[in-house]
């Protein structure tokens, strides 16, 4: 049998007790049912096993329309508002209840600026004209005969994780700090086949994009962004979209800031200009230090999110737990995950859970072998580009504390010696 | 083979060929209906910061105040002043602070916009319910309470587009490329 204090030597890869990553993948299967378990006090004293009554009578009957476990009835969005204003606000994806990188349709994090409008697919429209050679207006019907790609592709919301640009780091789950961000299947028409049926005048350089609610909801996107990977999103994870994410359908542009990816889209108008709407000039802009202000700022970039342990996940006794989270870029795939256990003085490569996708998802893994002391958890991620996510300090340093957007700094979770965690800037 | 199979067979080839031009053509089974100027007119609501899309009509900011005092007060706050939702007015000298004040005249570049979004977003509970004469009077309005026209001032096509705001310098594009790093 392998010496215990062999394994914990050979498998350390970073400070304060992160192993190797070989613990997680098949080649080191082995390893892994031995090592970890010389490495977990085992629990005692388990009771007789006895046969349940649901093992003594026939189940429930199918169902229609599934539901979650009313056990698990509590892994819900935390919705917030505006006061006064019904309908205008946000509601979050528990991310600290959630694992994989499939969001569940119900989950889906949820930003409206005038409600979620009761569409009639029978009544909607989508409607192309501008700088065209037609305009052309396609029933939904007409849109569901078109030829569809399908991608898994994160949304994520220019505002996720603004409360932890506030003076003090705020105390909630984690999927309320960066729960405006969520990972879906999305199927959908390509844009650039509508645009060159209508006849595109592809040197016009912008396209207005706007919703069928009750805000008119309106975005400039680039022409070259929607001739390239853009669709008009018709299916979400399989079934059609939901009310809340833009039934019967919506623009959806990988990798973009969320808001761009208009929701009930009603309207493509081909201009020559940004259009200069109320959601590109007094919002989702980003003021710096010297008072001016970013605007146009496309792309989400590199970002990871340790989402188990995080606030109000506590540890309940020394031993050895599985660090886990996500990793996303608006600018291509992860190529990297490192985490830190001892708040950033040293790192270890995690896992990646394949498949590592383009502007999507990436479950990350690392093994961790809490001592019972403190410790500091950190997670930095690294693109496919080279870009690496900054630290907290750096990203204030340009853009300061004052609640922008695109805030993709490192987050830190604490863990203290009783096994409380807690949200600290670090 | 006959030749009627090898007639079909050269023509599919010559169809992909075409097809392979453009690909999104190839792609499209052409189910879009035109539809006219006049008749996508309701819809066509957007404002270009030059004016473009600006329809006929006038307003001068007295007549907006008193649409405002209505429509707009018990959201806005009397004067634009804000609570329960935004401020509207003030706030210029304050986006160099901590807690920065962003309101039309203090932080937005253009007031096409501000035409824009009261068009098609306000007033909350009754969206796309205003003539463009109470948009314009209502944009006088709060272009006149943040000091950028004068009471006497008319917003119509032509003047609104000429409005200069004070932050219209402010911003920097960060599409396609930032240029000031």
Redesign the interface.
Known sequence: MTNKSDIEAAEVVAGNGLLHRRLFLATGATLLGGGLSLLTARPAGAAPLEVPPWMKAPGTHMSAYGQPSKYEADVQRVVGG????VGSGVSFTPHHRLHGTITPNSLHFERH??GVPDIDPKRHQL???GAVK??????VD??L???TVTRIQFLECAGNSGSNLAPQPPQAPCGVIHGLMSCSEWTGV?L???????GVDRSAGWV?A?GAD???M?RSV?LAKLMDDAIIALYQNGERLRPENGYPLRLFLPGYEGNMSVKWL??L?V?T??????DE??HY?D????????????PMEVKSIITSPSTGLALRQPGTYEITGLAWSGGGKIARVEVSADGGRSWGDAALAEPVLAKSFTRFRMAWRWSGEPAVLMSRAIDETGAVQPTRASFIAER???MNYHNNAIQAWSVATGGEVSNVYA | MSTHNLLGRLLCVGALALGMANAGAQQSPGLGVEVTATDLAPWDISIQPDGAGLPPGSGKAAAGAAIYAVKCVACHGAEGAGQPNDRLVGGQGTLTDFVQVRTIGSYWPYASTVFDYIRRAMPFQAPQSLTNDEVYALTAYLLERNGIIKARDEMNARTLARVRMPNRDGFILAYPQRTDR
């Open positions: 505006t006061p006064n204003v600026h005038s409607l192309i004209h037609r305009s052309l207006t396609f029933t007409a849109l005969r078109y030829p390509p650039a086949i509508l645009m060159d049926e209508a207005l706007e009750a805000a008119a309106s680039p009603r309207r108008k201009v200009a940004p259009t200069m709407t109320r000039t007094s802009t003021v710096l230090l010297n008072g001016k202000a970013l605007m146009l700022t496309y300061g504390e004052r």
